[in-house]
């Protein structure tokens, strides 16, 4: 099974894949022997590409390029209602009280939002199916995830939309988990890096 990623010597020497349309070149490179590409578009003229993702790169680049919407089509799974996204909201923020050392850099916003979301692989390109998650908070760094099942990758992409601003694809490394209440779990995520601008489709 491959993990569709590169070490950073063979990444570095690794042609980038260029736009043809708008000349950006972009933090992706071609699959090679039976890898599987992803939809990438480019962020400036929304060109697709079937590529892969340069992990060393995507950093510095991630305005550039952002993941193809087929990744967060949650259509036709059961709706979470108000209310359980409501009392996920409360029991994640008195979890997170009754934790003496909870230091944070920043406030934290309590939210009550359901989020379309992907598995990532190690080389950060989608894997497996579309899925949603409850947004239980929010914070400058940071973003609490509550899920009934484990969630077993390091990173995920989600698709954010926080109060009337646009939609956002935001890729979160998940770096705690803990039971909330059975079969809850929350999930702590750190904002890796935020994808090319995404405007909400009608």
Known sequence: MTTNVLDPETAEHSPQVECGHCRGTLPLRLSRNGERGAVWLCAECSVPFVSLCVKDRLPDNAESVRLDERYFDTEGLPPISRKLRREVAKLAERAADAIANNQR???????????????????????????????????????????????????VAIKLTLDDEDAIQVVVRMVRERELQPPLREFGGELFVRLGSVAEED
């Open 105 to 155: 850099r920043s406030d934290r916003i309590t939210q009550s939002l359901v989020v379309p979301a992907v598995k990532l692989d190690a080389g950060l390109n989608p894997v497996g199916s579309s899925f949603q998650l409850m947004v239980a908070n929010v914070s400058r760094e940071g973003i609490g995830l509550v899920h009934c099942q484990p969630i077993e990758a390091e990173f």
